[in-house]
């Protein structure tokens, strides 16, 4: 039921039962004689059951299967972060217990904080990489370079930042690329595979179809491997 329908059917509930009701209720008390004003009421507490779905609304649903990698991606970084905070706390603490020498606790300091420093060294490589890579799908996307001279720029990044390569690992597909999909003899298109995937979880497609980027000929790939393509 679209706005304009619900606010419609509110305004109706709702002046139905005024009139219903303009004038009190009826002096006689047997049960038939209440069955307009029950059915009155009944028009009142949908009318009230539509206004407040109106007010409240739904929540957008998530669309983006790469948006929610990279969110538990983040909330993973963050409670290994958490985690080793929480271990150099139990450490000093140890340590002021005199549970620990200095020696041993100098050595575990150490190891943790170097430990610290990885992980935050490793997040903000993350975020450059990403940031850099974006850039280049809208280059890509643009057609100003090619697979190959975006696969090349990639990989001397991820030399650069000394990040883990991933050679089945397909970067020039993101949420926005566009993609054609053939389902029942029909051709849909061109459409974001973030909108494909999501159409794909919530099965409103069969992962057996076949997919092709725009930029691409032929129909080889199926759909079910846009999931995996995003996930990396």
């Known amino acids: 039921m679209t706005k304009f329908f ?54 957008k649903p998530i669309t983006s299967y790469k948006e929610y990698l990279k969110k538990v991606k983040a909330t993973t970084h963050t409670d290994e972060l958490r985690t080793i905070e929480q271990n150099i706390q139990l450490l000093e603490q140890s340590f002021n217990d005199g549970l620990l020498n200095r020696t041993e606790f100098q050595a575990k300091m150490e190891s943790l904080k170097e430990a610290k420093s990885t992980l935050r060294k490793k997040r903000e490589s993350e975020k450059e990489f990403d940031h850099k890579k974006q850039q280049l ?11 190959n001279e975006f696969d090349e720029k990639i990989k001397a990044l991820r030399n650069e930042l000394k990040m883990v390569n991933h050679d089945s690992e397909d970067l020039s597909i993101s949420d926005n690329t566009k ?39 032929t129909y080889s790939h199926r759909v079910r491997e846009l999931m995996h393509k995003l996930a990396s």
Request: net charge positive; proline share 4%.
């Open 6 to 59: 619900k606010i419609i059917a509110v305004l109706f509930c709702f002046t139905i039962t005024i009139i219903v009701f303009k004038d009190g209720l009826p002096e006689y008390s047997y049960s038939k004689g209440y069955a307009g004003y029950m059915a009155a009421l009944v028009l009142f507490i949908a009318g009230v059951g539509i206004l407040i779905n109106l007010l409240v609304g739904k929540s």
């Open 137 to 147: 799908l809208k280059l890509y996307d643009s057609q100003i370079v090619t697979k």
């Open 179 to 217: 993609v054609y999909y053939v389902s029942d003899c029909k051709q849909y298109g061109p459409l974001p595979i973030s909108y494909v995937v999501y159409l794909l979880k919530t099965r409103q497609i069969n992962p057996n179809c076949f997919y092709k980027l725009q930029n691409e000929e």
